[in-house]
């Protein structure tokens, strides 16, 4: 798990809970175990980003956007090949203040700058369309009632990461085809900060009835 903020350590939480042996990454490993609120991760070791990633079986990416690139450089490209690397983050730009845009949209993503930079890693998009509470237990809202979208050009990857959405509660698991329907998946955050301040809530998820 690279990204030691409230997603990566509620989604490491709760992969640990599942039994899963679970590393979050971090730039500072000695700083992260002195954080307040570290010992709430309980089962989940702690670790530099490139010790995180080496070895693993799945690398997830919960890293702001805006530094995703530059934190799976420092997990290193070699450490990354061959490796599903899940990736929930969406590249929004606080730049300019609240509400965000996107730093990439339309005819790219940043899952497609991912795939680009690492070759050899097997990125799949997924769950970054509901907030971080919903991403580790979507049971506690509409008992699951609600949609996750996964994308990747790797369909072992993504069979992989569907698998491992279906462990974690969410039953309704759509697949929009290859990396590019990262694209629509990403460029939905704008709907969804909306809907946030309309709300006054970040406990919501889309549905898709069909």
Known sequence: MLGTGTVGRNVAGRLAELDHEVTLGTRDPEETRAREGWEDVHGVGVATFADAARDADLVVNATNGAATLDVLALAGADNLAGTVLLDLS?????????????????????????????????????????????????????????????????????????????????????????????????????????LMGTLGTANFQFKVVR
């Open 90 to 194: 969406n590249p929004l730009d606080f730049s300019r203040g609240f509400p965000p845009t996107l730093l990439v949209k339309d005819t790219d993503s940043l899952a497609e700058q991912v795939q680009r930079q690492f070759p050899e890693a097997r990125v799949v998009k997924a769950l970054n369309t509901m907030n971080n509470e919903l991403m580790a237990r979507p049971t506690t809202l509409a008992d699951g009632d609600h949609t996750a979208f996964v994308a990747s050009n790797d369909e072992g990857a993504k069979a992989a990461v569907t698998a491992l959405l279906t462990e974690l509660g969410h039953t309704d698991v759509i697949d929009l085809g290859d990396l590019t329907g990262a694209r629509g998946m990403e460029m939905l955050l704008p709907l969804w900060v909306r």
